[in-house]
């Protein structure tokens, strides 16, 4: 079992940036491939990024490319989102999620374990 906690997430102006920490619970984290997700009220969650165990593989959905960044240590069992340039459109609640395997993948549905979300809001 994988507990996920997020945090970092807040208010902010467009052009502005975050950082969203993702602290798991489990001492098998590294060997656990690691995604955030977002979902705006009304929309699907979606894509935004994921990271291999080994942090050699990633992979970022269109909209975010160039302005986000997902990294992790695995020795703090702890994953990261960079969030720079922020626009609007990237106002959601962000999760963090991981699966029992090694494999970056972009699909919610292959995630195994979900932290609670973290709020975050970007201003015009």
């Known amino acids: 079992q994988v507990q996920l906690v997020e945090s970092g997430g807040g208010l902010v102006q467009a052009g502005g940036s975050l950082r969203l920490s993702c602290a798991a619970s489990?001492?098998?984290?590294?060997?656990?491939?690691m995604g955030w997700f977002r979902q705006a009220p009304g929309k699907e969650r979606e894509f935004v990024a994921a990271?291999?165990?080994?942090?050699?593989?990633?992979r970022y959905a269109d909209s975010v490319k160039g302005r986000f960044t997902i990294s992790r240590d695995n020795a703090k069992n702890t994953v990261y989102l960079q969030m720079n340039s922020l626009k609007p459109e990237d106002t959601a609640v962000y999760y963090c999620?991981?699966?029992?395997?090694?494999?970056?993948?972009?699909?919610?549905?292959?995630?195994?374990?979900w932290g609670q979300g973290t709020q975050v809001t970007v201003s015009s």
């Open positions: 489990r001492r098998t984290f590294s060997s656990t491939a």
């Open positions: 999620a991981a699966r029992d395997n090694n494999i970056a993948t972009m699909y919610p549905s292959e995630y195994d374990y």
């Open positions: 990271i291999s165990w080994r942090g050699e593989t990633t």
